[in-house]
């Protein structure tokens, strides 16, 4: 190990550089538990020497095999692990290259998977790396990253570390729903729609603040593309939601017929209104506040539409409710 650190570490060749760091990331992993001092020893060499290379691939390298030995060594070994992620925390994001900032967001996000129950401390300096640092980054592929890695850690963690998950949907609405990429927000509207459906089941409120971040957010965005998954999303959520919860139902239900249908675009229109039609037959229409707000809809609104699409679609939605 020595002789990697001071001599291989310190070779003008770029290739033996990166064989150096994929080697004592292997010896971490293998020696962690009889040798921690030395496994450690490893993980400084790469933090000190590797990380902060002039060759962006090697700081590349250096922050995969920092996340590989935090993942592999998590579940028994956390003191490395730490030290691995706060590596990663402290320097990985704020290099200047985009390509180690982006492995260092998708790091970051394996380990929160590959985390315990019990891990608390480690995963909270990974979700908080992924929303002060990953989720502001300057180039929109490492904000894109950091949405995916916060929305799988919500899912993930719902049912052992609820205030995590929450802190995880809250940056999802207040900084992925609002990003400046349309593609980044496009991806924070359908993970909030994956963790509100994953939640269904649990007392927790995560699907009422996706669905409640869907409505009074994405539902306005000036995409519409981003407009037209918010829709599709909330109108898929009011039909799993069971008769425990017709208060969001009609909350999510006022907001298509509020919004959807008076949308510029026909084809969120349409959307919404066979939505609607859906929504109306389904176990979820059979309570009377929710149908009513359904035929409403579909009668003042849908039938009324410049749309002559939309109109038919009015029509044969009554027609089918009807029957």
Known sequence: VAGLIGGALGDGEVFIWLHASQILGGVAISISQVNAKLALQCVSALSEKALVDDEHIVRETAAEVLGDIAVSTIVKTETLAAACVGALSNQAFLDFATSVRKSATVVLGRVIVGAREGSGTIVSDCVDSLVSRALLDSSFVVRALAVEALGVAAIHLQSTDVKVSEYCVSALSES?????SSDVRQ????????????AMGESNGLTSACALSLVDTALEDESFVVRSLATEVLGKLVL???????????????????KALSDSAISIRQSATKILTGIAVSRIGEHSSVLAQCIWALSEK????????????AAEGLSTIAV
């Open 302 to 313: 849908s039938l009324e539409d410049e749309s002559f699409l939309v109109r038919a679609l």
């Open 176 to 180: 992925g729903l609002v990003d400046t």
């Open 240 to 258: 799993e939601l069971n008769g425990e919860r017709i208060s969001l139902a009609v909350r999510c239900v006022s907001a298509l017929t509020g």
């Open 187 to 198: 991806k924070a509207a359908r993970l909030l729609g994956e963790i509100a459906h994953s």
